[in-house]
């Protein structure tokens, strides 16, 4: 696919125009979990992806952010380890994952982005796929070094409308000064995109969420791509490797 075919692709995506040849080769194929260390742009990619697939991008991150901006009880549960940039306990995160896939739009498939991130999570969330339609589909996992997670992150300025569009202080920098590009929403620094916490949600990742990774490998539904290069660059190579697995 040529840059302006992709760029095609993804204005079309924005438009709900979607090219049938894009997603008629993924359409039975439909319960995928999105994983990556921090940084790796899966929240970026996440809504593109999940446009294509025709399936809801269910983003952990983004369910916990909108309660802890709601100030919902289990927003104020999750927000201190999220602030540290520890995993919020499973008891917590599984119980508002399980309803969120009872939702009707996911019982013909989603995207789960950002869980299962232990092991725990995956067997729990594996026995909840067993009860009602089967089997995660695949998993694609979006791989960027620690070095780039950090150039990334600390400059990262996040839309407060919509936590895909990113902009960044020195790579991608907003034509307002603290006005998202793409809708005029307020851009944030994300409270856990500071060093140290950044540092700490890749302890994270290391310690609880590659282990899963790896399991999922050794059951061959693991998807690995490069997250390096720009946002088209990496939906093209992930709609190549999820069209190239499936067949
Ligand atoms: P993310 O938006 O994916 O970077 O997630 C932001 C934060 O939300 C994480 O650092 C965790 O504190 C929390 N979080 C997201 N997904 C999970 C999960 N599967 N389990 C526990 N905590 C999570």
């Known amino acids: 696919m040529t840059e302006s075919a992709t760029q095609l692709l993804l204005n079309a995506t924005e438009s709900g125009n979607i090219p049938a040849a894009a997603r008629l080769r993924l359409r039975e194929h439909?319960?995928?979990?999105l994983a990556g260390p921090p940084g790796s742009g899966k929240g970026t990619q996440g809504p593109f992806l999940g446009k294509l697939l025709e399936v809801p991008h269910?983003?952990?991150?983004?369910?916990?952010?909108?309660?802890?901006?709601?100030?919902?009880?289990?927003g104020m549960k999750a927000m201190k380890h999220m602030r540290r940039g520890e995993?919020?306990?499973?008891?917590?995160?599984?119980?508002?994952?399980?309803?969120?896939?009872?939702?009707?739009?996911?019982?013909?498939?989603?995207?789960?982005?950002?869980?299962?991130?232990?092991?725990?999570?995956?067997?729990a969330v594996d026995d909840l796929l067993a009860t009602t339609s089967g089997k995660v589909d695949a998993v694609l996992n979006v791989d960027i070094s620690r070095e780039e997670s950090f150039r990334r992150l600390v400059g990262r300025r996040v839309c407060r409308n919509d936590s895909s569009h990113v902009?960044?202080?020195?790579?991608?920098?907003?034509?307002?000064y603290g006005i998202c590009d793409v809708c005029n929403g307020p851009l944030y620094l994300r409270e856990d995109d500071t060093r140290h916490t950044i540092g700490a949600r890749w302890d994270v990742?290391?310690?609880q969420t590659e282990p899963v990774v790896r399991k999922y490998g050794a059951?061959?539904?693991l998807i690995p791509i490069s997250g390096i290069g720009t946002v088209s660059?990496?939906?093209e190579r992930a709609i190549t490797a999820l069209n190239a697995y499936f067949g």
């Open 205 to 207: 990742w290391h310690a």
């Open 233 to 235: 660059d990496i939906t």
């Open 30 to 33: 439909s319960r995928i979990f």
């Open 219 to 221: 059951e061959g539904v």
């Open 167 to 176: 902009a960044h202080i020195m790579y991608a920098t907003p034509h307002k």
């Open 58 to 74: 269910v983003h952990i991150g983004d369910l916990f952010r909108s309660n802890v901006a709601g100030r919902t009880k289990l």
């Open 87 to 123: 995993l919020v306990p499973d008891e917590v995160t599984l119980g508002m994952v399980a309803e969120r896939l009872q939702d009707p739009d996911t019982q013909h498939g989603f995207l789960l982005d950002g869980l299962p991130r232990n092991l725990n999570q995956a067997e």
